[in-house]
């Protein structure tokens, strides 16, 4: 901080005794001037020609003034060339400016206080402010050292990073400073600072680590954030490191993405066991020759699709695990319960190993909920430049509008992801929000359309060209690019859907547009799965844990209702 002191009463730091006092009878006076010295603040000057317009005297900065938590760090002057007896400043016009400010402030709120200044001792009264300062005599004829010092200390004059800051917030934790006092010091929200702390543990090597696969890249808290989870394994840490180097994902994704798929691991272990003990089959892979859905048998007198529990005591009852946090549950022996294939359709098979399908479902879950994290904060903006959004609602409106849009639009307010997403508002807040707020807030029942859709366990298959669902493919590359435009940093599964190319699976690739639609309909699909179905009776099947039909290979979307 500036070596002073700055308070009501008019006083001065004692100087130490190598650094001499200034007076009008000490070497202030030139021509040999001290390296160090304190300067009274009345021969103290601000340099005309310096650049500097802009000091931004706020708040924070004044503050951290009083506090005596500014740069450790003295003025730089040099005798002023027109005045004998003055120093002009080279460097620190914004805390010399500050300190002047303080005293003002200070002076204004005595006066309206109607304090009168504290008297001391006479000797105290004709003490002086004196500010510690460095002589540079070589300066007062050169203005162009003048000017290159400004350049120089204005480029390296360079506060933190959030990354820097982030790693003395942890260790200031640790050391017990409270969250408050850290929220102070940083101008951050309480947010910012926790994510800030957690960001902070992240080891030397595991930056390193991130920087060594992504040079070129700038990670930022989240990245941090989230790699902490991975820093204390190995093997999770070297399986992000690869997914960063393979699929060209950011840290923070990456992360995410192996915490969610040990996460998985241990429930399908969890859950293999329990079916298992159960004495329910399980298989790994596609389904056995012969074998279907449980949704493709017959249906009961009243309509309704055969379920797990209804089916549990057929001999042909067995379940495998398309994706690892829940079971898809199939009949071996269909023709126990008069199922017919229906002519020239065998069953499709999948052309991605089950694997690569499992893998998929999770990175595409886990991207669903980041892109809705996107949502959430973007629908809180205010302002809409260019009138981009308000243009994406008209282009959605009049030309080709998805079919969610056209089928979910009217009733999406009841669900929790519109809720989630856009929520309530005030009675009065239309009447007085600005043209922006209300182009978002429509907007967000777009979003909330759409979201809804994508987040459905049934949309798992989006990514997979192996399914005839070109159609909703084309809906879902159309929002996603809008998101893409809106701020949003695709994920490469995401990517991937928008150029129309098989994820995972190199040698699968094709376009998408070429994918044949006219494959017969199964007339026994559930036609709750209809986008033009009942919303609640299908949010309702949604949330059911035992639902009667595959995420993977329920692939109608769309107006095409194709057997899987």
């Known amino acids: 901080?500036?070596?002073?002191?700055?308070?009501?009463?008019?006083?001065?730091?004692?100087?130490?005794?190598?650094?001499?006092?200034?007076?009008?009878?000490?070497?202030?006076?030139?021509?040999?001037?001290?390296?160090?010295?304190?300067?009274?603040?009345?021969?103290?000057?601000?340099?005309?020609?310096?650049?500097?317009?802009?000091?931004?005297?706020?708040?924070?900065?004044?503050?951290?003034l009083r506090d005596g938590d500014g740069p450790e760090i003295d003025f730089i002057v040099f005798p002023s060339p027109d005045t004998p007896g003055m120093f002009r400043l080279h460097d620190g016009h914004r805390r010399w400016f500050g300190l002047q400010r303080i005293e003002e402030l200070n002076a204004s709120e005595a006066q309206e206080a109607g304090q009168q200044p504290p008297q001391g001792e006479p000797e105290e009264e004709e003490r002086e402010l004196a500010y510690a300062c460095r002589i540079k005599p070589e300066l007062t004829h050169d203005a162009v050292g003048q000017l290159l010092g400004q350049v120089r200390t204005g480029r390296h004059a360079k506060a933190l990073n959030d990354r820097e800051t982030a790693a003395a917030l942890f260790e200031l934790a640790e050391q017990g400073v409270t969250r408050e006092m850290l929220k102070q010091a940083t101008g951050w929200s309480a947010q910012k600072v926790a994510q800030g702390i957690q960001a902070g543990a992240l080891s030397e090597a595991s930056q390193a680590a991130i920087a060594e696969v992504r040079p070129n890249y700038t990670p930022d808290l989240r990245d941090y954030e989230a790699w902490c989870q991975l820093q204390h394994d190995p093997d999770m840490e070297?399986?992000?490191?690869?997914?960063?180097?393979?699929?060209?994902?950011?840290?923070?994704?990456?992360?995410?993405?192996?915490?969610?798929?040990?996460?998985?691991?241990?429930t399908f272990e969890r859950l293999l066991a329990e079916h298992q003990a159960a004495g329910i089959t399980v298989t790994d892979g596609q389904l056995p020759d012969g074998a279907v859905e449980l949704y493709s048998l017959p249906?009961?007198?009243?309509?309704?699709?055969?379920?797990?529990?209804k089916h549990a005591q057929c001999p042909g009852h067995a379940a495998y695990f398309p994706s690892l946090t829940s079971a898809s549950y199939y009949c071996a022996t269909p023709s126990l319960h008069g199922y017919q294939p229906p002519a020239g359709q065998p069953q499709a098979k999948a052309q991605l190993p089950m694997k690569k399908i499992r893998q998929g479902n999770t990175e595409y879950r886990l991207a669903v909920e980041e892109r809705q994290k996107f949502?959430?904060?973007?629908?809180?903006?205010?302002?809409?430049?260019?009138q981009r959004v308000l243009r994406i609602v008209v282009e959605l409106l009049e030309y080709e509008m998805p079919e969610p849009l056209r089928s979910k639009f009217g009733q999406i307010h009841t669900t929790d992801t519109y809720k989630d997403l856009v929520g309530p508002v005030a009675d009065n807040w239309i009447a007085n929000a600005r043209t922006a707020q209300l182009t978002?807030?429509?907007?967000?029942?777009?979003?909330?359309?759409?979201?809804?859709?994508?987040?459905?366990?049934?949309?798992?298959?989006?990514?997979?060209?192996?399914?005839?669902?070109?159609?909703?493919?084309?809906?879902?590359?159309?929002?996603?690019?809008?998101a893409e435009q809106l701020g949003h940093t695709l994920a490469p599964?995401?990517?991937a859907i928008v150029a129309g190319v098989q994820y995972l699976d190199d040698t699968a690739a094709t376009n998408d547009l070429n994918i044949d639609e006219s494959a017969a309909a199964d007339p026994a699909e559930d036609q709750a799965e209809n986008l033009?179905?009942?919303?609640?009776?299908?949010?309702?099947?949604?949330?059911?844990?035992?639902?009667?039909?595959?995420?993977?290979?329920?692939?109608?979307?769309?107006?095409?209702?194709?057997?899987?």
Do not use: C
């Not at 249906?299 to 529990?309: E, F, P």
């Not at 949502?375 to 260019?386: E, Q, V, Y």
């Not at 033009?532 to 107006?559: F, K, R, T, V």
């Open 1 to 64: 901080m500036t070596r002073t002191q700055t308070t009501r009463r008019r006083t001065t730091h004692a100087p130490k005794h190598d650094v001499p006092a200034a007076s009008e009878k000490d070497p202030l006076a030139g021509p040999d001037y001290p390296a160090h010295a304190w300067i009274p603040r009345s021969r103290i000057e601000a340099n005309p020609n310096n650049k500097r317009k802009d000091y931004d005297l706020n708040d924070d900065f004044l503050q951290t």
């Open 238 to 266: 070297a399986e992000a490191l690869a997914h960063m180097k393979n699929s060209g994902m950011y840290p923070e994704h990456a992360a995410k993405l192996v915490v969610r798929q040990h996460q998985e691991k241990a």
């Open 299 to 309: 249906r009961d007198d009243d309509g309704n699709a055969m379920t797990a529990d």
């Open 375 to 386: 949502w959430k904060g973007a629908l809180r903006s205010r302002t809409d430049p260019d």
């Open 440 to 482: 978002w807030r429509l907007f967000g029942r777009y979003v909330a359309t759409m979201e809804w859709w994508m987040g459905q366990r049934y949309s798992d298959s989006l990514w997979r060209l192996d399914r005839s669902m070109a159609s909703s493919r084309r809906d879902a590359a159309r929002w996603l690019r809008i």
């Open 493 to 495: 599964i995401e990517k």
């Open 532 to 564: 033009g179905g009942d919303l609640e009776e299908e949010a309702d099947e949604d949330s059911d844990e035992e639902l009667d039909e595959d995420p993977d290979d329920s692939d109608e979307l769309s107006d095409v209702t194709t057997a899987a």
